[in-house]
């Protein structure tokens, strides 16, 4: 009983420490990117910043953390909400994809390594998981090569008909069964796994609404759902970064640089969420986000 207390007070000095060094990191980067453009020092201008100024990458920056927060607490929204954001900030969509891709696969490996340390999944000794991990990465590289492949042929309208349907659908069946436990059925995987790849590699997002309410109805429970969502972008992420450097060469610094630094750095808060969220809080914030955001694809479809 004594030595339980000694682990459970240890583990929350543990938590508190790393909410300390998380909140010295952000506010740290903060304050040297307000100070940039006062001092003018040659080490605050670095090269990659390009004419990029302190307004700009402080922006960039917190829009990545609060929208990777929502991405690893919840298992989606980042590229859903960012995307637009950016766009809206002035970038060209031919710059913001890649570095999205970019920030996604590093978060997404850094969440997975985090909900497995946290306990929110056990990606080494639970089958289920593993192969669940398995079944859906097999499947993204599917539907990424396919989108690549078939995306040219593909109408537009009707392809995001679908997809909206599907992810309105998903969300609703999530808050319904938010109470329900179910059984396990990788089987219903398959069909969501490629059409999300698919989605996420012709529109630049979509995955994580499929994906994880997929694993959801499927029978796996949120917290197992959201860490296994991570990985499986990261490779979604991975391979589609890839064909990017491939036909168009390099990336664009000055975006990708800030942008995967607000995005890693809620990483440590969003899993630590994730572990103090209850089930069926979980599940019903799941099925919440999505339903919000299949109907705003609603609205941007028909509007």
């Known amino acids: ?24 990191a952000v506010v740290s980067l ?5 100070l ?19 307004g700009t990458l402080l922006f960039v920056f917190l829009t990545a953390l609060v929208c990777e927060y929502v991405d690893s607490s919840l298992g989606m929204g980042y590229g859903t909400t960012l995307t637009p954001l950016l766009m809206i900030a002035g970038f060209e969509p ?26 929110n999944v056990d990606l080494l000794r639970d089958r289920t998981v593993r192969k669940t991990v ?20 593909v109408p537009q309208f009707w392809l995001t008909a679908i997809i909206t349907s599907i992810v309105l659908t998903m969300g609703l069946v999530t808050l319904v069964t938010a109470r329900i436990r179910l059984q396990y059925r990788p089987a219903q995987l398959v069909a969501l796994g490629a059409v999300a790849a698919f989605n996420k590699a012709v529109s630049g997002g979509g995955y994580g609404p499929l994906v994880t309410t997929g694993q959801v109805v499927s029978g796996l429970s949120s917290k197992q759902a959201v860490a296994i969502t991570s990985l499986c972008e990261a490779l979604t992420c991975a391979v589609g970064l890839a064909a990017y450097l491939v036909v168009h060469g390099q990336l664009f610094w000055p975006l990708a640089l800030p942008l995967t630094a607000g ?7 969003a899993t630590l969420t994730v572990r103090r969220m209850p089930e069926s809080a979980m599940r019903g914030g799941v099925g919440l986000v999505t339903c919000l955001l ?10």
């Not at 710059?95 to 306990?119: N, W, Y």
């Not at 995005?263 to 808060?269: D, F, I, T």
């Not at 299949?294 to 509007?303: D, E, Q, Y």
């Open 94 to 119: 031919l710059q913001i994809v890649p570095c999205v891709l970019l920030s996604e696969f590093l978060t997404g490996l850094a969440a997975s390594v985090m909900h497995h340390r946290d306990g």
């Open 294 to 303: 299949g109907f705003a694809a609603c609205a941007k479809l028909f509007w």
């Open 134 to 153: 398995l079944l859906l990465s097999l499947l993204s590289v599917a539907g990424t090569l396919a989108a690549v492949v078939f995306a040219v042929s």
């Open 263 to 269: 995005a890693l750095l809620s990483v440590p808060v």
């Open 36 to 54: 940039r453009d006062r001092i003018g020092a040659g080490w605050m201008n670095p090269s990659w910043a390009g004419e990029l100024g302190s």
């Open 1 to 24: 009983m004594i030595h339980a207390i000694a682990m459970l007070a240890e583990n929350v000095g543990l938590r508190r420490r790393r909410l300390q060094i998380w909140a010295l």
């Open 30 to 34: 903060i304050f040297l990117m307000l």
